[in-house]
């Protein structure tokens, strides 16, 4: 019998994969999305097509009205965008907290299987990842919200405490109504689709159109643990046989690196040696954020270096 599965914003970059990706597996999916920054099926890059049942529609009113079982709700509807989102409009950000609330209230009513909210590292202290130190990897239990006890500090702006209510949500709700809920924290993701508001597509489309100077915004110092689209997708589904309860995992590759090294492997690839331009005055976020994987390698080795990453998505680009 196939898997009944529901993604919420699925027309998104992550919600695109995981419906590729469950599809190639023989899964039923729904998708249900508003199309305010996701793009329709019929408008998905052809690697990426797969048969599913669209819906478009604002979350809030589809789920008052859906009593369908399902054997896995993916919840992937929430405000995105990159840095100028997260700094420049907090109150989308707010917005995806009524999201939340609202999707895991009916989760209660309708039991599904399994969950997979979509957290962040950005639920971590800030303090510790804007030193001007290297930094320090970033394990789960430093946001350990099954703990009796615990001390948290400042998450990254309204998006980090978005996704920290979120969790406090879904460990709640699993306790008390008998859920199992997954909690990614995937650091900062790509793939070659995404959204030009995020850094690493738009320095490959800087790159593959051979800009020179190349810019990047910030000091170009920053860091961050960058993991390929396909390895998180792949991580998350393929550690669901063993969820019980609500659990967190980080995703990423542990490694840091910086935006400038992103800026020298686009254009390496892109076959040009541009000049790469700093903009100090746009925003760059933390100094450092890479991930404490000690419990992902338990169960997932991420497969694509970021050498591999950046050529796929300066190659899909030249296309």
């Given at each position: 019998m196939?898997?009944?599965?529901?993604?919420?914003g699925?027309?998104?970059?992550?919600?695109?994969?995981?419906?590729?990706?469950?599809?190639?597996?023989?899964?039923?999916?729904?998708?249900?999305?508003?199309?305010?920054?996701?793009?329709?099926?019929d408008?998905?890059?052809?690697?990426?097509?797969?048969?599913?049942?669209?819906?478009?529609?604002?979350?809030?009113?589809?789920?008052?009205n859906?009593?369908?079982?399902?054997?896995?709700?993916?919840?992937?509807?929430?405000?995105?965008?990159?840095?100028?989102?997260?700094?420049?409009?907090?109150?989308l950000?707010?917005?995806?907290?009524?999201?939340?609330?609202?999707?895991?209230?009916?989760?209660?009513?309708?039991?599904?299987?399994?969950?997979?909210?979509?957290?962040?590292?950005?639920?971590?202290?800030?303090?510790?990842?804007?030193?001007?130190?290297?930094?320090?990897a970033?394990?789960?239990?430093?946001?350990?919200?099954?703990?009796?006890?615990?001390?948290?500090?400042?998450?990254?702006l309204?998006?980090?405490?978005?996704?920290?209510?979120?969790?406090?949500?879904?460990?709640?709700?699993?306790?008390?109504?008998?859920?199992?809920?997954?909690?990614?924290?995937?650091?900062?993701?790509?793939?070659?689709d995404?959204?030009?508001?995020?850094p690493?597509?738009?320095?490959?489309?800087?790159?593959?159109?051979?800009?020179?100077?190349?810019?990047?915004?910030?000091?170009?110092?920053?860091?961050?643990?960058?993991?390929?689209?396909?390895?998180?997708?792949?991580a998350i589904?393929?550690?669901?046989?063993?969820?019980?309860?609500?659990?967190?995992?980080?995703?990423?590759?542990?490694?840091?690196?910086?935006?400038?090294?992103?800026?020298?492997?686009?254009?390496?690839y892109?076959?040009?040696?541009p000049?790469?331009?700093n903009?100090?005055?746009?925003?760059?976020?933390?100094?450092?954020?890479?991930?404490?994987?000690?419990?992902?390698?338990?169960?997932?080795?991420?497969k694509?270096?970021?050498?591999?990453?950046?050529?796929?998505?300066?190659?899909?680009?030249?296309?």
């Open positions: 196939k898997q009944r599965v529901l993604i919420t699925g027309c998104g970059f992550l919600g695109r994969h995981f419906a590729r990706y469950l599809a190639e597996r023989s899964c039923d999916i729904v998708l249900v999305d508003d199309l305010s920054t996701g793009l329709h099926p408008q998905w890059p052809l690697h990426l097509k797969a048969p599913v049942h669209f819906v478009q529609a604002d979350i809030r009113d589809y789920l008052k859906e009593k369908q079982q399902y054997d896995l709700v993916i919840h992937l509807a929430a405000v995105v965008g990159g840095r100028a989102v997260m700094e420049g409009k907090p109150a950000n707010a917005h995806s907290l009524e999201l939340d609330a609202l999707f895991f209230r009916w989760a209660t009513q309708h039991k599904p299987k399994q969950i997979v909210y979509m957290s962040s590292p950005a639920i971590y202290p800030i303090d510790l990842q804007d030193g001007e130190e290297k930094g320090i970033l394990k789960e239990d430093l946001v350990d919200l099954q703990a009796l006890c615990s001390r948290f500090g400042m998450p990254d309204v998006y980090g405490w978005s996704k920290l209510s979120g969790e406090f949500l879904a460990s709640t709700f699993a306790k008390h109504y008998d859920l199992n809920v997954f909690c990614p924290r995937p650091f900062s993701g790509y793939g070659e995404q959204d030009p508001s995020y690493v597509p738009a320095i490959c489309a800087r790159a593959a159109n051979k800009e020179d100077p190349l810019v990047i915004w910030g000091s170009g110092k920053q860091t961050r643990d960058f993991i390929y689209v396909d390895d998180i997708v792949e589904i393929s550690y669901l046989p063993k969820l019980r309860g609500y659990e967190t995992m980080n995703l990423g590759r542990g490694v840091s690196n910086t935006f400038r090294d992103v800026a020298e492997l686009a254009a390496r892109a076959g040009y040696s000049a790469i331009k903009l100090e005055d746009k925003p760059e976020g933390v100094k450092s954020r890479f991930a404490d994987i000690t419990r992902m390698k338990e169960h997932y080795q991420a694509v270096s970021l050498e591999e990453g950046i050529k796929k998505v300066v190659d899909y680009l030249l296309q």
